[in-house]
């Protein structure tokens, strides 16, 4: 079976930086597309950021491009999520995710995704 597992959010002021990772164990999935999620008490969840493990192409949420870079480490089965310049708006627990099919495709759609971690909560403070 395949694990995921988030680390490295918290509490951050209005401006600041934090970097997620996601490490993955059990089953490799390495040519899988893998993203990054979030979602906030009362909403839904909502696409972030996903990564094209074949070729590394990105794909960003219009709300974060710019400020959040996506990244992984293909040999280490790790995913990152460099966020910059965070706003309260950012406030969300963050999932990550690998996709149910591999390929070259970077899919947007939490539908298009099967194994998720168990989630991150990233506060920003005003």
């Known amino acids: 079976q395949v694990q995921l597992v988030e680390s490295g959010g918290g509490l951050v002021q209005a401006g600041g930086s934090l970097r997620l990772s996601c490490a993955a164990s059990?089953?490799?999935?390495?040519?899988?597309?893998m993203g990054w999620f979030r979602q906030a008490p009362g909403k839904e969840r909502e696409f972030v950021a996903a990564?094209?493990?074949?070729?590394?192409?990105?794909r960003y949420a219009d709300s974060v491009k710019g400020r959040f870079t996506i990244s992984r480490d293909n040999a280490r089965n790790t995913m990152y999520l460099q966020m910059n310049s965070l706003k309260p708006e950012d406030t969300a627990v963050y999932y990550c995710?690998?996709?149910?099919?591999?390929?070259?495709?970077?899919?947007?759609?939490?539908?298009?995704?099967?194994?998720w971690g168990q989630g991150t909560q990233v506060t920003v403070s005003s």
């Open positions: 059990g089953r490799a999935l390495s040519t899988h597309a």
């Open positions: 990564v094209n493990r074949v070729f590394g192409d990105t």
């Open positions: 995710a690998v996709a149910a099919v591999r390929g070259s495709h970077t899919p947007a759609a939490a539908a298009e995704y099967n194994y």
